[in-house]
T-cell receptor, first 114, second 114 residues
Framework: EDQVTQSPEALRLQEGESSSLNCSYTVSGLRGLFWYRQDPGKGPEFLFTLYSAGEEKEKERLKATLTKKESFLHITAPKPEDSATYLCAVREINSGGGADGLTFGKGTHLIIQP | ETGVTQTPRHLVMGMTNKKSLKCEQHLGHNAMYWYKQSAKKPLELMFVYNFKEQTENNSVPSRFSPECPNSSHLFLHLHTLQPEDSALYLC?????????????FGPGTRLTVL
């Protein structure tokens, strides 16, 4: 069973048309949930970290929220330059306390048409 | 140089070749990671290094051999690869301290195995 599921797989919006991307997760203990943006041929670019349910973070036209089962990335009045693949990842609580890898979803491919 | 750099950016190799991927982070972080990104699949964690010590090997075939000589450099040595190993290989780093866990990614090496 996938630990991180993102929906929709692809989304096409008109410039200025607000929408939300979903990331649902199943982990025994959440240490953090991360949102990244990835442009074609490039590495993921860090956007937000959310640690606990109810937390919200904003950056320009993007707002990320977190509940106990899912996270949303809200895009308000998007512009064509917001077109990218948005990745969600989780990090489980590591009893060892050291560095640990992230578990990623497959991403949402977002296209903003002018 | 800033952030996380990776060389080469593109690599084409035959199945009998031996090559190495290099990653360098200029962020003063103490943990480094290798991920594999294949088409239509989520990013897959390969290796984790914490303070130069390998703390995770995510069931990666032995034809991939990591090396971390210090906290700023990470290598991935490749030998006798298969065509299905063609993918984008991403390096990331993080600073493991209380409350701070974001991983920052390099641009990746696009590997093609013929």
């Amino acid at each position: 069973e996938d630990q991180v599921t993102q929906s929709p797989e692809a989304l096409r919006l008109q410039e200025g048309e607000s929408s939300s991307l979903n990331c649902s997760y199943t982990v025994s203990g959440l240490r953090g949930l991360f949102w990244y943006r990835q442009d074609p041929g490039k590495g993921p670019e860090f956007l937000f970290t959310l640690y606990s349910a109810g937390e919200e973070k904003e950056k320009e036209r993007l707002k990320a929220t977190l509940t106990k089962k899912e996270s949303f990335l809200h895009i308000t009045a998007p512009k064509p330059e917001d077109s990218a693949t948005y990745l969600c990842a989780v990090r489980e609580i590591n009893s060892g306390g050291g560095a640990d890898g992230l578990t990623f979803g497959k991403g949402t491919h977002l296209i903003i048409q002018p | 140089e800033t952030g996380v750099t990776q060389t080469p950016r593109h690599l084409v190799m035959g199945m009998t070749n031996k090559k190495s991927l290099k990653c360098e982070q200029h962020l003063g972080h103490n943990a480094m990671y290798w991920y594999k990104q294949s088409a239509k699949k989520p990013l897959e964690l390969m290796f984790v290094y914490n303070f130069k010590e390998q703390t995770e090997n995510n069931s990666v075939p032995s034809r991939f051999s990591p090396e971390c000589p210090n906290s700023s450099h990470l290598f991935l040595h490749l030998h006798t690869l298969q065509p299905e190993d063609s993918a984008l290989y991403l390096c990331a780093s993080s600073q493991e301290r209380l409350g701070i866990h974001e991983q920052f990614f390099g641009p990746g090496t696009r590997l093609t195995v013929l």
